[in-house]
């Protein structure tokens, strides 16, 4: 009998919950490619425009997916595709899983999955952790010209304020979502 | 991107495609966290020239050659920045030229070792590697659906630029700068729709299938180092120590004003 309960046990992750955090790395790394192509490269509105993205699409999938773990089930995902078939980096996976495991406790500390700005915060503390620790890691690469930092920083700050309109963008999405029927709760 | 279209029938065989991908995966995290310990330009350079010749396999000169005028063009223009600022505060200004090749060095030999794997591996390779790594069933099935769905995504990109087009309007990087609001509407929103669709159709064909359920992945190819996997662990494993040696002695040598 016990072993017939263990079999008919749900797991915690079912596995529409899995495709869509696929489906939505997949999103994002698409997202972020075009947004490259279609603006021409390395300019403060392609970087504003694809940190929004980002953030947009991230607050739509935790809308979807109201479970912990699940930022950081996909940030994982897409670190590790990322790295695999198109050349990311590997030093910045743990600084992104470590930001995005502190932003999921902070979530649950402030509000849980069930609360707006619960959602919003953690969204906007992972993006900034993550950031910050990618920042780190360019320390230690620019170490001997530590002043190029300087560039970075400038870089990642305009980024940032994508990330920020973002959380709102995704907001408004959500809502547009739900009156579609596709976003239910 | 173009990774992404290789499949097994049409990618073009070279000596890094008989690699596994696990090896390579191990090559780039070693890389990357070597070139981080090491302070000296011929430590360095010895690791440019080896990574480089290691991404050469990939015969994808194309793609090769835009990454690397990528890379210089940063480079330089972060060069120009150093020498604007300079002539701002001199306090600013480069101190050496070393201390600004060190930097360059570091991310190409990033660049190659990363680009190398990525150039070299099939989707179908990656699949089998997600297994052989004996990875978690929640960790394995989004992989494989983000790996498999990202052809599939770019095409519904395309097709909707295609119908963008039809309508009127135009799709440029002026277009992003001058009206992202619109350029966001037109193409991320209908984008975004269609993947959320395509999740849900997918998530219940894949219960139904009662994909999931089970905790064994049984594997359709099992994956194993070949003679050449070891070969080109072996050599990698020396060509870092040796860097490490070279870096020891750059600094000795330094130190003691040779």
Same mark, same amino acid.
């Given at each position: 009998?016990?072993?017939?309960?263990? =079999?008919?046990?749900?797991?915690?992750?079912?596995?529409? #919950?899995?495709?869509?955090?696929?489906?939505?790395?997949?999103?994002? =790394?698409?997202?972020?490619?075009?947004?490259?192509?279609?603006?021409?490269?390395?300019?403060?509105?392609?970087? !504003?425009? $694809?940190?929004?993205?980002?953030?947009?699409?991230?607050?739509?999938?935790?809308? $979807? !997916?109201? =479970?912990?773990?699940?930022?950081?089930?996909?940030? %994982?995902?897409?670190? !590790?595709?990322?790295?695999?078939?198109?050349?990311?980096?590997?030093?910045?996976? /743990?600084?992104?899983?470590?930001?995005?495991?502190?932003?999921? %406790?902070?979530?649950?500390?402030?509000?849980?999955?069930?609360?707006?700005?619960? !959602?919003?915060?953690?969204?906007?503390?992972?993006?900034?952790?993550?950031?910050?620790?990618?920042?780190?890691?360019?320390?230690?690469?620019?170490? #001997?010209? /530590?002043?190029?930092?300087?560039?970075?920083?400038?870089?990642?700050?305009?980024?940032?304020?994508?990330?920020?309109?973002?959380?709102?963008?995704?907001?408004?999405?959500?809502? #547009?979502?739900?009156?579609? %029927?596709?976003?239910?709760? | 991107?173009?990774?992404?279209?290789?499949?097994?029938?049409?990618?073009?065989?070279?000596?890094?495609?008989?690699? &596994?991908?696990?090896?390579?995966?191990?090559?780039?995290?070693?890389?990357?966290?070597?070139?981080?310990?090491?302070? @000296?330009?011929?430590?360095?350079?010895?690791?440019?020239?080896?990574?480089?010749?290691?991404?050469?396999?990939?015969?994808?000169?194309?793609?090769?050659?835009?990454?690397?005028?990528?890379?210089?063009?940063?480079?330089?223009?972060?060069?120009?920045?150093?020498?604007?600022?300079?002539?701002?505060?001199?306090?600013?200004?480069?101190?050496?030229? @070393?201390?600004?090749?060190?930097?360059?060095?570091?991310?190409?030999?990033?660049?190659?070792?990363?680009?190398?794997?990525?150039?070299? @591996?099939?989707?179908?390779?990656?699949?089998?590697?997600?297994?052989?790594?004996?990875?978690?069933?929640?960790?394995?099935?989004?992989?494989?659906?983000?790996?498999?769905?990202?052809?599939?995504?770019?095409? &519904?990109?395309?097709?909707?630029?295609?119908?963008?087009?039809?309508?009127?309007?135009?799709?440029?990087?002026?277009?992003?700068?001058?009206?992202?609001?619109?350029?966001?509407?037109?193409?991320?929103?209908?984008?975004? +729709?269609?993947?959320?669709?395509?999740?849900?159709?997918?998530?219940?064909?894949?219960?139904?299938?009662?994909?999931?359920?089970?905790?064994?992945?049984?594997?359709?190819?099992?994956?194993?180092?070949?003679?050449? &996997?070891?070969?080109?662990?072996?050599?990698?494993?020396?060509? +870092?120590?040796? @860097? +490490?040696?070279?870096?020891?002695?750059?600094?000795?040598?330094?130190?003691?004003?040779?």
């Amino acid at each position: 009998m016990e072993k017939v309960l263990q =079999k008919t046990k749900q797991p915690y992750w079912n596995v529409r #919950e899995l495709v869509v955090i696929g489906i939505f790395a997949a999103v994002v =790394k698409v997202s972020s490619i075009l947004v490259a192509l279609v603006g021409g490269g390395m300019n403060p509105a392609t970087l !504003l425009l $694809k940190n929004l993205l980002f953030t947009t699409l991230l607050v739509v999938l935790l809308y $979807k !997916l109201r =479970k912990f773990g699940s930022l950081t089930l996909f940030l %994982g995902v897409s670190a !590790l595709i990322s790295a695999l078939l198109l050349g990311g980096s590997m030093v910045l996976i /743990p600084a992104s899983l470590l930001a995005g495991i502190i932003a999921e %406790g902070l979530i649950l500390v402030v509000g849980g999955y069930a609360s707006t700005f619960a !959602l919003m915060l953690g969204v906007a503390v992972y993006d900034a952790l993550s950031k910050i620790m990618s920042l780190g890691v360019s320390w230690l690469m620019l170490r #001997e010209q /530590p002043k190029m930092i300087i560039m970075v920083a400038v870089f990642v700050t305009i980024g940032y304020v994508g990330s920020v309109i973002g959380l709102f963008t995704g907001r408004y999405f959500v809502k #547009e979502l739900r009156h579609a %029927g596709i976003v239910h709760h | 991107m173009r990774a992404l279209y290789t499949t097994n029938t049409v990618a073009p065989e070279t000596p890094l495609h008989h690699l &596994d991908v696990r090896t390579k995966m191990t090559i780039s995290a070693v890389a990357s966290v070597v070139v981080i310990f090491l302070k @000296s330009v011929p430590a360095l350079a010895l690791l440019v020239a080896a990574s480089t010749l290691y991404l050469m396999f990939t015969r994808r000169w194309k793609i090769i050659i835009i990454a690397y005028v990528a890379v210089m063009l940063m480079w330089v223009g972060a060069v120009i920045c150093m020498e604007l600022m300079a002539l701002v505060s001199p306090r600013m200004a480069a101190s050496s030229l @070393s201390s600004l090749m060190l930097p360059f060095l570091r991310s190409l030999v990033l660049i190659n070792t990363l680009l190398a794997m990525a150039l070299s @591996s099939r989707i179908q390779g990656i699949l089998t590697t997600l297994k052989a790594l004996r990875l978690p069933y929640w960790l394995y099935i989004p992989a494989a659906v983000m790996v498999r769905f990202l052809p599939s995504l770019m095409e &519904d990109v395309r097709q909707i630029s295609e119908a963008v087009k039809t309508k009127g309007y135009s799709l440029h990087p002026a277009s992003l700068l001058l009206a992202p609001r619109q350029t966001m509407r037109l193409l991320f929103v209908p984008v975004l +729709f269609r993947a959320l669709r395509t999740s849900d159709e997918l998530g219940i064909a894949a219960e139904l299938k009662g994909v999931g359920y089970s905790n064994n992945i049984s594997r359709f190819r099992e994956q194993h180092f070949s003679n050449v &996997d070891y070969g080109v662990l072996a050599l990698s494993t020396g060509l +870092f120590v040796l @860097s +490490f040696v070279i870096n020891a002695y750059t600094k000795l040598s330094t130190y003691m004003g040779m």
